[in-house]
């Protein structure tokens, strides 16, 4: 019984693996745009740039596919020119109309010219964008023209792979020798605003060096300065008090000498 369920197991899962490996054989871009006669022009240019086993390699993958009355200007330029352009027709995604009719405006898609590292500025990359109504590839590049409209659905197989035609070729400045400009850098932080440096302090004067011919003035010469006069002296006003004393005590002692003397007389006129 455990060894039925092993076998049946086994079965399910060889199934799985065959499965797959159809779905991934089947995807096949010249044999799918060989059964579309309005293609034949692109399918033979991608046979004749070697990139069929390339994009048959790729999953997911979205093909844009330029149908036999749009194609007559990209078919007249350089081999390697030509490559170059059906490689930025091969998107590294899958896309169907509905999944592009949401996409945001300005979605950028990685194209398989991107992969081989040879793509500058920008040249591997495509942008979507949206113009009156109409959806509008072109290349990513700065410069390049905004003209290709996304047309109809080709064939899908949803998540594996879809080829969707468009009007014309997407041109991709800088493949065919045009100069290519390169894109406007993403802005900085602004740069700090230099400091101003203060003006230098101004130097303080220097003192007045004594001449040499200035002589010190000399400790024994007089003095220029004003002499203050002396106060008025009170001197003779302590004379004329001292004269007054005197004059009254001269007048006291001669009263007291003639009571005295006046004393002595009646004493002795009684005796």
Known sequence: MGASKISTSLIFLSCLLLASS????????????GDIPSFSNFNDLLSKAGLVKAINSQSPVTILAI????????????????????MTHVVLDYYDLLKLANAKNGTR????????????YDQGFLILNRSHGQLIFSSAAKGAPHNVQV????????FNYSIIS?????MTPGVDGTSLQEPPKAAGAP????????????????????SDDATAPSPDAPS???????????????DADDD?????????????????????ASFLAAY
């Open 22 to 33: 159809v779905t991934t054989a089947a995807f096949n871009i010249t044999a799918i745009l």
């Open 67 to 86: 149908p036999n009355e749009h194609i007559g200007d990209l078919a007249g330029k350089p081999a390697d020119v030509i490559k170059i352009t059906l």
């Open 109 to 120: 898609m990685t194209t398989l010219f991107q992969k081989t590292g040879v793509a500058t």
């Open 151 to 158: 047309v109809a659905t080709v064939t899908q197989h949803p």
């Open 166 to 170: 468009v009007s014309s070729a997407i």
């Open 191 to 210: 740069a700090p605003a230099k400091k101003v440096s203060p003006p230098p302090a101004s130097e303080a004067p220097e003192a007045p060096t004594p």
């Open 224 to 238: 220029d300065a004003p002499k203050s006069d002396a106060p008025a002296s009170q001197a003779p006003a302590a």
């Open 244 to 264: 007054k004393n005197k004059n009254a005590s001269f007048k006291h002692l001669a009263s007291s000498t003639l009571g005295l003397v006046a004393v002595l």
